[in-house]
C-alpha cells in the first residue's frame, strides 16, 4: 500500500493534466467554515468547510505565515483512506496560496493549520466528468424527489474518465457490477456526453474475467444491450459481440438444466445477507444474457448463431420449475429460506410464469424473511441487488410496494444531509468491523425505478426510434419527468385526482411513443380524450391526426402518439389515497450561528476525535457534536443510561423553537429518550420543556419559541449496547 502523504516544500503549484472528459468548475467559495477568516491561534486548529454537494475537489488557501509550517489538508470523508490522500503543504515565509495537486471526494474538507499561521482565506476547486444533469424527477412526495437527486449524485460522483465503484475506495474500472447499473442510470441523468463512457465501458471489458455474475448483467441486457436500445450504436455492439459469445460459450449446462460455469472469475453473487441462493440466481442471469445476445445477433445479421441460442434458453425454461419451484417459491438445496434475489431474477428473466407471480410475492418478496440478519437489516438483498427486486415488484403490478420497500431502505439516508447514497444499507457496518464501505457506492440506483418503472419512461427500439410511457404510479398523484434521449428531451407530466387523470407529453421528432392509461388508476374508467378531443369511450374512436389505436391489455389503454405536445386525459372515478405519509414540505428557518458555541457533558473524552475509524468507536469531545464536520461526535463511550447529559451555552440570549441531533453514521446511536430543559443562568433549569424518545439517524425536538442561553440534553433511556453520540447538534428558529 502507498503512502498517503503528499509533501511539497514550497509555494510553488504544479499541476495534474486533467483528462479531456473531465470538465474543471473553477476556485468555489465553501458552503460553511467552522471559523470566520481571518483566523490564526497560538495552538493547532482545525478548520472544516463545507461543499454544498459530495464532489471531487482540490483544496486552496491562502495563508500569511512564517515559514516551515506544515499545513494538512485532506477530505473530511475518513472512510478508507488510501484512496483519498492526504496532502501536506510546507509554507514559507509571508503571504502564499496553495492548491492541492491531487483530487479528493467527499462532503467537506479539513485544514489542519499549526500555531502561528493566519488564514486568510479558503477555497475548492470541483472537477467531474463533463456532462450536464440533463434528466430530472419530480413527484408530489419529496422523499422520492431527494432520493432520485441523490441516486444522481453518486452516479456522478462514481464517474471520471471511466466509471468507478466509488471514489473513496475503489476507483479502478474493475466491477462491472457497479458499471452494470450506472450505464443504466446515465440514460435518464445526464446528457448525450455521457454517452461515451458507457460505450468505453463496453468496448474496454472483452474478457469478462472478474465477477462471474456482475459479468453476466454487465454484459447483457442491463448494460449492453440497455446501451443499444438508447443510443442506436450497432458498431458497438457488432464490436462486442464475438467477446460476449465467447465467453457464453464457456458455460454449459448441465443434465438437469441448471447452470454449470467454468469458475472463470470470482464466484460472487451479492454482499446482503449470508443466505444466497447463487444457485437460481446465475441460472436466471445466464438466461437472461443468453436472450440479450440473441437480440444482439439478429441485429447484427448473425442468424447462424440463433439456434444455438435458442436450444439453450428453451433448455433452462423447460427445466428451471422442475428443479426450483418449491410450490410456493424458487429455492435450490444451497440455501434454508427462499432468497428475494433469486425470486426477483426469476421475475425479471421471465423465468417465472405470470402465474407464480402472486405466490411469489405473498412468501418471498413481501415478506422480511430472516429477522435475525445482522442490526435490524432483515431484507436479504444488497443496494447493488435491490435494483432487481424493485423491478420485479414493478413488472409484477406491486409498485405500491416497490415505492414503500424503497422508502424503507432507503429513509436513512433521505434524511441525512449527505447528498450522496452509501454502499450499505442501516449502516449496520457502524458497530462491526468493514474496512470496505464508502460514502457513496455506484451500485445505487432508485433514479433508474423511478424515471424507467414508476414513471414509466424506456426505449422499446434502437435510438429511441419507438419508446413507451407506461406509469406505474401507484399512490404518486404527481410525476414530473425529462428524459434525456439521442432524439431529444421526453418531457412526461402526470397528475391525477378523484375525478381526473391527466399526462402532458412532449415527444421529440422522429420517435412514435406508446402512451398507456393505466388501467389500475382507475375504480371506474369512462372516456379519454387528447387535446380535448374524445378517442375512446369504451371503444377507440379515432378521429385525431397524430393519434393511433395500439391496442390494450389487462393493464394499460394504449394509443401511438406521433412527435408533438399532447394532453391525455381520462375521466372516471379514481380511488386516490397513500399507505405513506408525505414528507413534510421544510419550514422557512434560520439555523443558529455556533461558532461561538460552548458545550460540555456528562462524560467527556480528550485525544482522537470520535469518527468511523474501519469499525472502531472512538470517543470525542463535547466540541466534536458542534464542529461542522458530521462524520466526528460527541459520545457516551458506554451504553446509554439515564441521567446521562450534554449542554450547550449560547454565549448569549438567542431565540429558537428546535433541536436536531443526527446520528447519520450511527442510527442506532440515537438517545432512547430525552428530556430538554433551558435556563438563563445555566444552574435553574426548571421543568423540561420537552420529553420524548429520539428516532433513528436523525431526531428532530420542536417545542414553543424560547429565549435563552443555555440548553440541556439528558437521556431518560437504556440501552444494553448501543452508546449515545451525536455527531452533529443544530439548533433553529422559525421565519415568519
Known amino acids: 500500500m502507498t503512502s498517503r502523504t503528499v509533501t511539497l516544500l514550497s509555494c510553488i503549484l504544479f499541476s495534474i493534466p486533467l483528462h479531456a472528459s473531465v470538465k474543471d468548475f473553477g476556485l468555489k467559495d465553501y458552503l460553511y467554515t467552522s471559523k470566520d477568516l481571518p483566523h490564526s491561534q497560538n495552538d493547532t486548529w482545525t478548520l472544516v468547510c463545507q461543499l454544498p454537494h459530495n464532489a471531487q475537489f482540490q483544496l486552496w488557501l491562502e495563508v500569511e505565515s512564517p515559514a516551515g509550517k506544515v499545513i494538512v489538508l485532506d477530505s473530511s470523508n475518513p472512510l478508507a483512506k488510501w484512496t483519498q490522500q492526504i496532502q501536506r503543504y510546507t509554507t514559507i515565509s509571508g503571504i502564499q496560496t496553495f492548491e492541492t495537486p491531487g483530487w479528493v471526494s467527499g462532503e467537506g474538507a479539513l485544514y489542519t493549520i499549526p500555531g502561528g499561521v493566519t488564514v486568510r482565506a479558503v477555497k475548492y476547486r470541483e472537477t467531474g466528468y463533463d456532462a450536464e444533469f440533463a434528466g430530472s424527477f419530480q413527484c408530489n412526495d419529496d422523499d422520492y424527489n431527494i432520493l432520485w437527486q441523490k441516486a444522481a449524485r453518486t452516479c456522478y460522483l462514481c464517474m471520471r474518465d471511466h466509471f468507478m465503484d466509488c471514489p473513496d475506495r475503489e476507483r479502478t474500472p474493475l466491477c462491472l457490477g457497479d458499471v452494470c447499473v450506472q450505464v443504466e442510470q446515465i440514460f435518464y441523468t445526464f446528457d448525450t456526453k455521457a454517452h461515451e463512457l458507457a460505450r468505453e465501458a463496453i468496448l474496454n471489458n472483452p474478457n469478462y474475467t472478474h465477477i462471474i455474475g456482475q459479468n453476466l448483467m454487465f454484459a447483457g441486457e442491463y448494460s449492453t444491450w440497455f446501451y443499444y436500445l438508447n443510443t442506436g450504436d450497432l458498431a ?21 438444466g441448471v447452470i454449470v460455469h467454468s469458475k472463470d472469475g470470482w464466484d460472487w453473487c451479492d454482499w446482503g445477507s449470508p443466505s444466497k441462493d447463487r444457485e437460481i440466481v446465475q441460472c436466471c442471469q445466464y438466461y437472461s444474457t443468453l436472450k440479450a445476445c440473441k437480440k444482439m ?18 433448455s433452462i425454461k423447460d427445466h428451471f420449475d422442475k428443479v426450483f419451484w418449491q410450490g410456493s417459491y424458487y429455492k435450490s438445496g444451497d440455501v434454508d429460506y427462499p432468497d428475494e434475489r433469486a425470486n426477483a431474477m426469476a421475475v425479471v428473466t421471465g423465468l417465472a410464469d405470470e402465474t ?14 430472516n429477522p435475525n440478519w445482522e442490526d435490524g437489516n432483515t431484507y436479504n438483498a444488497s443496494s447493488y441487488f435491490e435494483r432487481w427486486v424493485m423491478e420485479a415488484l414493478c413488472i409484477m ?11 424503507d431502505r432507503y429513509s436513512d439516508q433521505i434524511n441525512v444531509r449527505t447528498t450522496t447514497l452509501w454502499e450499505h444499507f442501516g449502516r449496520w457496518w457502524q458497530t462491526k468491523f468493514d474496512a470496505n464501505s464508502s460514502q457513496n457506492h455506484g451500485w445505487n440506483s432508485p433514479n433508474t425505478i423511478l424515471s424507467k418503472y414508476i414513471a414509466g419512461v424506456a426505449p422499446e427500439t434502437a435510438g429511441w426510434d419507438t419508446y413507451h410511457v407506461l406509469p406505474k404510479e401507484a399512490f404518486l398523484t404527481a410525476i414530473k419527468v425529462v428524459v434525456p434521449t439521442v432524439k431529444g428531451n421526453i418531457a412526461v407530466d402526470m397528475k391525477k ?7 402532458q407529453l412532449s415527444s421529440p421528432s422522429s420517435t412514435t ?29 379515432g378521429g385525431l391526426a397524430g393519434i393511433t389505436w395500439n391496442g390494450q391489455d389487462a393493464r394499460y389503454i394504449k394509443f401511438n402518439a406521433a412527435p408533438g405536445t399532447w394532453a391525455f386525459t381520462a375521466d372516471g372515478i379514481l380511488p386516490v389515497s397513500s399507505p405513506k405519509p408525505l414528507r413534510v414540505s421544510p419550514r422557512k428557518e434560520t439555523r443558529l450561528d455556533k461558532k461561538a458555541w460552548a458545550v460540555s457533558a456528562s462524560i467527556t473524552h480528550t485525544g482522537p476525535k470520535m469518527s468511523y475509524q474501519w469499525g472502531k468507536k472512538d470517543r470525542g469531545s463535547a466540541y466534536d457534536a458542534i464542529d461542522g464536520d458530521a462524520w466526528t461526535c460527541w459520545s457516551t463511550g458506554t451504553p446509554q443510561s439515564e441521567g446521562q447529559w450534554f449542554r450547550v451555552d449560547l454565549g448569549r440570549e438567542q431565540s429558537f423553537d428546535k ?16 428530556k430538554v430543559y433551558v435556563s438563563d443562568d445555566g444552574e435553574n433549569w426548571g421543568k423540561p420543556l420537552v420529553t420524548s424518545n429520539g428516532r433513528q439517524s436523525i431526531t428532530e425536538i420542536t417545542f414553543e419559541p424560547q429565549s435563552k442561553r443555555y440548553i440541556k440534553l439528558e437521556q431518560t433511556g437504556s440501552h444494553s449496547y448501543y452508546w449515545w453520540s451525536i455527531y452533529e447538534l443544530d439548533i433553529y428558529r422559525q421565519r415568519k
Not at 407464480?356 to 424473511?369: F, M, P, Q
Open 236 to 256: 458497438t455492439i457488432a464490436k462486442q459481440y464475438p467477446n460476449l459469445k465467447k465467453y457464453l460459450d464457456k458455460w454449459t449446462i448441465g443434465e438437469n
Open 297 to 314: 445477433a439478429q441485429a447484427i445479421g448473425n442468424t447462424q448463431d440463433i439456434p444455438g441460442f435458442d436450444a439453450k434458453l428453451k
Open 356 to 369: 407464480r407471480w402472486d405466490a411469489i410475492y405473498e412468501n418471498v418478496l413481501s415478506k422480511k424473511l
Open 397 to 407: 403490478g406491486k409498485e405500491e410496494f416497490a415505492l414503500l420497500r424503497m422508502y
Open 497 to 503: 385526482n378523484t375525478s381526473e387523470y391527466s399526462l
Open 513 to 541: 411513443a406508446i402512451v398507456g392509461i393505466p388501467k389500475a388508476s382507475f375504480s371506474k374508467l369512462n372516456a379519454i380524450q387528447v387535446n380535448g378531443t374524445t378517442i375512446w369511450d369504451g371503444t377507440y374512436k
Open 659 to 674: 433541536i436536531v441531533l443526527e446520528n447519520g453514521w450511527a442510527p442506532y446511536d440515537s438517545p432512547r429518550g430525552y
